[in-house]
Antibody
Framework: EVQLLESGGGLVQPGGSLRLSCAAS????????MSWVRQAPGKGLEWVST????????YYADSVKGRFTISRDNSKNTLYLQMNSLRAEDTAVYYC????????????????WGQGTLVTVSS | QSALTQPASVSGSPGQSITISCTGT?????????VSWYQQHPGKAPKLMIY???IRPSGVSNRFSGSKSGNTASLTISGLQAEDEADYYC??????????FGGGTKLTVL
């Protein structure tokens, strides 16, 4: 059974940093691209970033480019999102999502999702 | 990039069929057969319903179907059931190597 368990969310002040983790199990982690998708309170889904199975290809939404860094450790079956220079508009539930393919671009769809971790940016 | 355009809400009675549209441009929906649809119940994580425009994942009811014409993709739900009441989101790959979601559609089963 595929399981994705996010952690690391919490309250942080504007300009601060936070690192999210997503522990994966139930599938061969290195064979699939992984992504972060966020949802602000009461709002729709917003794609944040995707990393290919090997970690060699990485893509970001313009809204987070230069501030967020996605990475993965295939030996630990874990996905990360380092978030710096956080803003109030980054407040959201952050979902870890498994892609249906190895590559980080093109046929990107999410066949499994974690339950999400809430990040609140406020002073 | 702006979100793909979806109607804010649709409704239907049990047993009826409804269609949710998802309109983009030739740089996203119209340019690739990489449109997917997600169902989200309140307080829950999204669930994949359709990918690659019209492919249903294993376990998803055949009452759900997807299609595309030009820059507009559509999700059709036939034989509406109370459990189908949820928010639905489309997404598409874009020419900028990014992924774009629609604004979401709230489906009400009357």
């Amino acid at each position: 059974e595929v399981q994705l368990l996010e952690s690391g969310g919490g309250l942080v002040q504007p300009g601060g940093s936070l690192r999210l983790s997503c522990a994966a199990s139930g599938f061969t982690f290195s064979n699939y691209a992984m992504s972060w998708v966020r949802q602000a309170p009461g709002k729709g889904l917003e794609w944040v970033s995707t990393i290919s199975g090997s970690g060699g290809s990485i893509y970001y939404a313009d809204s987070v480019k230069g501030r967020f860094t996605i990475s993965r450790d295939n030996s630990k079956n874990t996905l990360y999102l380092q978030m710096n220079s956080l803003r109030a508009e980054d407040t959201a539930v952050y979902y870890c999502a498994k892609s249906g393919s190895y590559y980080g671009s093109g046929d990107i769809y999410f066949d499994y999702w974690g339950q999400g971790t809430l990040v609140t940016v406020s002073s | 990039q702006s979100a793909l355009t979806q109607p804010a809400s649709v409704s239907g009675s049990p047993g009826q069929s409804i269609t949710i549209s998802c309109t983009g441009t030739s740089s996203d929906v119209g340019g690739y057969n990489y449109v997917s649809w997600y169902q989200q119940h309140p307080g829950k994580a999204p669930k994949l319903m359709i990918y690659d425009v019209s492919i249903r994942p294993s376990g998803v009811s055949n009452r759900f179907s997807g299609s595309k014409s030009g820059n507009t993709a559509s999700l059709t739900i036939s034989g509406l059931q109370a459990e189908d009441e949820a928010d639905y989101y489309c997404s598409s790959y874009t020419s900028s190597s990014t992924l774009l979601f629609g604004g979401g559609t709230k489906l009400t089963v009357l």
